[in-house]
């Protein structure tokens, strides 16, 4: 196993696990200090100090970004859909002005969860569909920005709260439907993804 203690070059730090020791300008400055070259800011630490600020504390400080947290949080009642679109767009924006090389999504649970004054809904297979409708959605908007999109399954404890995406598997075949969807509209055919699940 590699000892990175003497050696932090490889290390990218997720911001939000030290938010309570500064703000976003601080954690900056103290990767530089310490030589992690590497940060994955959350939106919230950046809107804290202003996007251009931000912009110029990562540029300054020499670091890059491994990702941008995070997108998402798509299911919402038809009331909330503009917002969750234009929430997700301002996200593109954000992690582009940034140089971030990704966005990581974090799918969104049932409703009145993810977006608060949602109507309330227990359907968790709506919730998937909704989710894979959004990000088709979502994908046309991120590609004209060249921002590549990166699906977070998190653990089923958090299906209703946080994210109904909670296998590696149902990311995948997210993708694998979305892309085949977007290969059939340009040529009228696509096949999709094969892979074993069986445990060794």
């Not at 038809?78 to 090389?101: F, M, Q, S, W, Y």
């Not at 990704?102 to 909704?130: E, F, K, N, T, W």
Request: hydrophobic share 40%; with cysteine.
């Amino acid at each position: 196993m590699r000892d990175f203690s003497g050696d932090h070059r490889w290390l990218s730090l997720n911001t939000a696990t030290v938010r309570r020791q500064g703000d976003l300008a601080q954690i900056i400055d103290a990767c530089a200090r310490h030589g992690i070259r590497a940060i994955d800011p959350w939106r919230d630490q950046v809107a804290a100090i202003g996007l251009d600020r931000a912009v110029r504390a990562v540029r300054d400080a020499g670091l890059e970004l491994s990702g941008y947290c995070r997108g998402g949080m798509f299911t919402s009642d038809a009331a909330h859909r503009i917002e969750v679109r234009d929430d997700n767009r301002r996200a593109v924006d954000e992690a582009k002005a940034l140089g971030a090389p990704c966005i990581v999504l974090v799918a969104g649970g049932l409703p009145q969860y993810s977006r608060p004054g949602s109507a309330p809904s227990r359907d968790i297979a709506a919730a998937r569909m909704q989710v894979e409708d959004a990000l088709a959605e979502m994908m046309d908007y991120a590609h004209a920005a060249q921002m590549p999109l990166a699906i977070e399954p998190l653990h089923p404890a958090y299906a209703a709260d946080r994210a109904c995406v909670n296998t590696t598997k149902q990311a995948l075949d997210i993708c694998d439907h979305l892309v085949c969807w977007r290969f059939m509209s340009a040529t009228g055919w696509c096949r999709p993804r094969t892979f074993s699940t069986t445990a060794a």
